[in-house]
């Protein structure tokens, strides 16, 4: 049992949404080139986010998106749940059918499982992930073309 990267993404992507939105919105494009992170995909995930109330789309010039909630009233379960991503560690997706249409003998074990992991991702909002990340170095990527269109200096 794992988390897809789709729930994976999502919440990468919101993360990054929210510590950038303060100067406007943010366009996918920036998002999948700091996050490496396909466009196409980040379409189809912002698209989900959108129609579960996540995220406001802004269109025109200087569009993008932004959060359509505070960050402390969003958790990680939120997004994950939006983009249909299940964390379901049994084999039977709750349905007790596990075993030849019979319960399996751990089926309560993974089900509780489950039980935990939402209650855990209920309860980190998408401000707690934030915080946490203020202050740590992360991944930047460096703009090159700026560096070129400054003019050479000439000596006095």
């Not at 202050?135 to 400054?150: E, H, L, S, T, Y």
Request: glycine share 6%.
């Amino acid at each position: 049992m794992r988390l897809t990267t789709k729930g994976r993404f999502a919440v990468t992507a919101m993360v990054d949404l929210s510590m950038r939105q303060t100067r406007g919105p943010v366009t996918l494009a920036a998002i999948s080139e700091r996050q490496h992170i396909s466009l196409s995909y980040l379409e189809q995930l912002f698209g989900k986010l959108r129609r579960a109330k996540l995220v406001n789309s802004v269109r025109g010039p200087g569009g993008g998106y932004c959060l359509a909630k505070p960050t402390a009233n969003i958790t990680v379960a939120d997004i994950i749940s939006a983009v249909d991503e299940p964390i379901d560690a049994t084999l039977c997706a709750g349905k007790e059918n596990c075993d030849d249409d019979r319960r399996c003998i751990t089926h309560d074990l993974w089900a509780t499982l489950n039980q935990k992991m939402n209650d855990y991702l209920s309860s980190v909002s998408l401000a707690d992930v934030v915080s946490h990340q203020q202050g740590k170095p992360v991944a930047v990527i460096r703009d090159f073309r700026a560096a070129q269109k400054m003019p050479d200096k000439v000596a006095a």
